[in-house]
């Protein structure tokens, strides 16, 4: 047996009258977060180029496919193997560059551009917004928004026009009287902000983990120094609080 194969079967061991009460309670439902956090451990993973890591993650992903693939099978709808065939066909069929005879695609925007087809081809119907995964963050699925549209042809003519764009939207914000309004500005802000990324081929959701990274390290190296100069955080009053940030902040950019 391959190591898939073993795996599969231990699975099926595990759901099995004699396996383990958890694995046997579980349903798709249930394992839905298990899905979500696996995706992002193995995101950080990567960010961390932590090899080791990234294999075990991987590995923990792999599980909650074929423990899916598994409960699917034991309602006798599909099972692991018709998972890969499937995906196996699709890479063939929207690959004709590689595996048949296209010559007419030669560069990733190609590619990109006849996504679509191939989709059509295979007789699905296509929205002009693709169906987004209901569970995508909000800055993700703008960003497809966003590429998709400009597409078209609708998207700002330079640069300084989203900047004029987004203080109109900051402008509108301040002037917002009810929580309602100022919800609705402040996506108005996040939107044109994704624009921004998308113009300068930054990944808005990469951007934003790192900047929460940069302010936990900073934030945390506060609470560090105040305790090594014997202070109590709580008791600081901003000014204080941003001394302290500007040294940690300091401190770190020397160090990186």
């Not at 699925?141 to 400009?150: C, G, Q, R, T, V």
């Amino acid at each position: 047996m391959t190591n898939i194969e073993q795996f599969i079967e231990t699975m099926k061991i595990l759901r099995s009258e004699n396996g383990c009460p958890w694995d046997k309670e579980q349903t798709l439902k249930s394992l839905k977060p298990f899905l979500i956090e696996e995706a992002y451990e193995v995101l950080e993973a990567i960010d961390e180029n932590n090899m080791e890591g990234h294999k075990e993650e991987l590995g923990d992903l792999l599980l909650q496919i074929v423990f899916q693939s598994q409960i699917r099978a034991e309602n006798n709808e599909f099972n692991f193997e018709d998972v890969a065939k499937s995906i196996n066909d699709k890479m063939i069929f929207r690959h004709p560059h590689v595996f048949g005879d296209n010559t007419t695609i030669k560069t990733s925007q190609d590619i990109l551009d006849k996504w679509d087809d191939f989709k059509e081809k295979e007789g699905k119907k296509i929205t002009f917004f693709k169906k987004l995964p209901k569970g995508m963050p909000a800055l993700l699925e703008s960003l497809n928004i966003n590429i998709k549209a400009a597409k078209t042809g609708f998207d700002w003519i330079t640069i300084d026009d989203i900047y004029s764009k987004l203080d109109e939207e900051v402008l509108e914000f301040k002037e917002a009287e009810t929580q309602d309004e100022k919800i609705d500005e402040l996506g108005d802000i996040l939107f044109v902000i994704v624009n921004l990324a998308r113009r300068f081929n930054i990944d808005p959701e990469e951007a934003l983990k790192k900047s929460n990274k940069k302010f936990k390290k900073r934030f945390l190296g506060m609470l560090d120094l105040s305790e090594k100069k014997n202070i109590d955080f709580n008791s600081l009053s901003l000014d204080e609080m941003d001394s302290l940030w500007d040294e940690v902040k300091e401190e770190q950019s020397k160090n990186s």
